[in-house]
């Protein structure tokens, strides 16, 4: 159980920071996907519009939530997929295992269960983040909100608790493939610069965190429709269902409406996510040193 709590720890410090960084680029991405069409020229237009309209601040609107929202998202990914792999060798106790050493199709399916697990603390999380996000840019919410905790209490009061869960279905589509491309992705790349002896242990910040970012753009990569649809669905009015609102997108934009906001998001996910793995395994190496 000491592992699970180091990996539970070295999740949430990996998850606070990553979040922080990267926060200003998913305001833009949120905006891009949730305005309406001809609102943004692109990803710098949005950016002026933000600062001219709310200035630098604006682009931290709602950050409370998604930062302690993404503390307990990386400790769940990161402990489920610790979990996972003992789960493993617990069934499996090959030399391999006991080492640390796993298949990529294990690494895969472990990473795709943790993404199905991690989707039940996002969705909430999300679904405030988001209508924070372009309440003050023109957005389809018709309710004003004054921060996290008032925006989720009219939710419930309104929808009830099962309301804090609209697009839940799209936030499972792109958790669950993009998280076994995540956690796949790293590996296999941390894996090539340590050679079959070496371990993560033996890796420099520099290469751990291009693994990590590498993973990152794989992660978004994976199935970024299902974000945009998850995005539109949980600020506009009305509730809607993911393949009606998958069909209103590509109606009205096509394919590439369903991809608003990916570059802006490949910007942001290369720092992030590099961040996110290096802070986790210099955690969890300072954590092993500790207990």
């Known amino acids: 159980m000491a592992e699970g709590f180091k990996e539970w720890t070295a999740g949430t410090i990996g998850g606070v920071v990553g979040k922080a960084i990267e926060y200003p680029l998913d305001t833009l991405k949120v905006r891009l996907q949730a305005g309406s069409p001809g609102q943004y020229a692109g990803a710098w237009d949005c950016f002026r519009k933000t600062l001219a309209n709310e200035g630098f601040m604006g682009l931290y609107k709602g950050l409370l939530s998604p930062v302690c929202g993404a503390g307990a998202e990386c400790a769940v990914l990161f402990f489920t997929y610790g979990r996972l792999k003992a789960l493993i060798t617990k069934f499996n106790p090959t030399e391999e295992h006991k080492k640390g050493v796993f298949t990529l199709p294990e690494l895969v399916v472990s990473g795709f269960i943790a993404g199905g697990a991690v989707a039940h603390v996002l969705t909430p999380v999300e679904l405030i983040k988001c209508r924070l996000q372009v309440q003050e840019a023109g957005g389809a919410v018709v309710e004003r909100y004054n921060g996290p905790v008032h925006c989720a209490k009219r939710i419930i009061a309104t929808e009830g608790i099962k309301g804090l869960f609209r697009g839940h279905k799209g936030t499972l589509l792109r958790e669950m493939p993009g998280n076994a491309a995540w956690f796949g992705v790293y590996e296999v790349v941390c894996k090539w610069f340590h050679g079959p002896r070496g371990t993560k242990e033996d890796l420099p910040a520099w290469k751990l965190m291009l693994a990590g970012g590498v993973s990152g753009m794989a992660y978004w990569t994976a199935f970024f429709p299902a974000d945009v649809v998850k995005s539109q669905q949980q600020i506009v009015a009305e509730k809607e269902a993911f393949s009606t609102t998958f069909k209103r997108i590509y109606r009205n934009g096509g394919v590439r409406a ?17 961040v996110i793995f290096c802070t986790y395994e210099k955690s969890m190496v300072a954590l092993n040193q500790l207990m």
């Open 258 to 274: 369903l991809y608003a906001g990916w570059g802006i998001t490949m910007v942001r996910a290369l720092p992030s996510n590099a």
